[in-house]
Nanobody, 113 residues
Framework: VQLQASGGGLVQPGGSLRLSCVAS????????MGWSRQAPGKRRELVAT???????LYASSVKGRFTISKNNATTTVYLQMNSLQLEDTAVYYC????????WGQGTQVTVSS
């Protein structure tokens, strides 16, 4: 199983980005898809998850600004990030949970003026 994330980049405060992550390989029964992030010098933190039934969960720091969604047909998970803040700067990792957890390689998001 491979996860390929894309969509990161440099954006000004208040701007928006949309991250995508495509899962490929032999995949059965994805239970959860999600995004985590790791800022320099900090621990990796969970940003958002979406279950197979569509239930979403967000970190309090991003609630109301970020939206997670998925496309089951293409095994893709998205993260729409609006009203980006300096504190959102981090490497963003996508993940899926089947019978085990898989991680993507990460995509850099930099919020800077």
């Amino acid at each position: 199983v491979q996860l390929q994330a894309s969509g990161g980049g440099l954006v000004q405060p208040g701007g928006s980005l949309r991250l995508s992550c495509v899962a490929s390989g032999t995949i059965f029964n994805i239970n959860v898809m999600g995004w985590s992030r790791q800022a320099p010098g900090k621990r990796r933190e969970l940003v958002a998850t979406i279950t197979s039934s569509g239930t979403t969960l967000y970190a309090s720091s991003v609630k109301g600004r970020f939206t997670i969604s998925k496309n089951n047909a293409t095994t893709t998970v998205y993260l729409q990030m609006n009203s980006l803040q300096l504190e959102d700067t981090a490497v963003y990792y996508c993940t899926i949970v089947t019978d085990r957890q898989y991680w993507g390689q990460g995509t850099q998001v930099t919020v800077s003026s």
